[in-house]
């Protein structure tokens, strides 16, 4: 017994570590099934009552989901494509890129997906592989022209 309280005082971090992280996944795994629950029942609504069939209902919310992808690129990819055009773009020795624009800064690194994104007095680490590659070629592009002028 005595063995055991000093091996968890000597490795009190790890073991604290080790409870956040299962406190966290439990958190995690309780939200993702509530979610799915609230899912589950307009759908049972939906068969029950309004008399759709499940097919019916799992069409619905594959034409949801699709809508709202041709949404995002009917609305964000004329956005994006109007802030990149007259970006100014910087690269450092080290890798990193910052791109400024009129309204939004975005710094990040060359080479990885993932980028934070400066607007006004927020920010946010965000996944740039999600914006296609518009955003990588204006990256190529901008550094093939600052080589070209060296």
């Known amino acids: 017994m005595e063995q055991l309280l000093q091996l968890v005082k000597d490795y009190w971090p790890i073991a604290v570590i080790l409870l956040v992280v299962v406190v966290a996944f439990q958190w995690i795994i309780r939200s993702l099934f509530r979610l799915l629950s609230v899912l589950v029942a307009i759908g049972v609504v939906l068969v029950l009552f309004f008399q759709f069939s499940p097919e019916e209902v799992l069409n619905m919310g594959r034409t949801a989901v699709q809508a709202t992808q041709e ?3 009917k609305t964000i990819k004329p956005v994006l494509d109007a802030e990149l055009k007259d970006a100014d773009i910087s ?4 890798g990193n890129y910052e791109v400024k624009t009129n309204s939004i800064r975005i710094v990040g690194k060359k080479g990885e997906s993932k980028a934070t994104v400066y607007y006004k007095d927020d920010k946010w680490d965000v996944d740039i592989g999600q914006l296609g590659n518009l955003f990588q070629e204006r990256l190529d ?10």
């Open 71 to 73: 949404v995002v690129q």
């Open 91 to 94: 690269f450092q020795p080290d």
């Open 141 to 150: 592009k901008a550094e093939a022209e600052k080589k070209a002028a060296e």
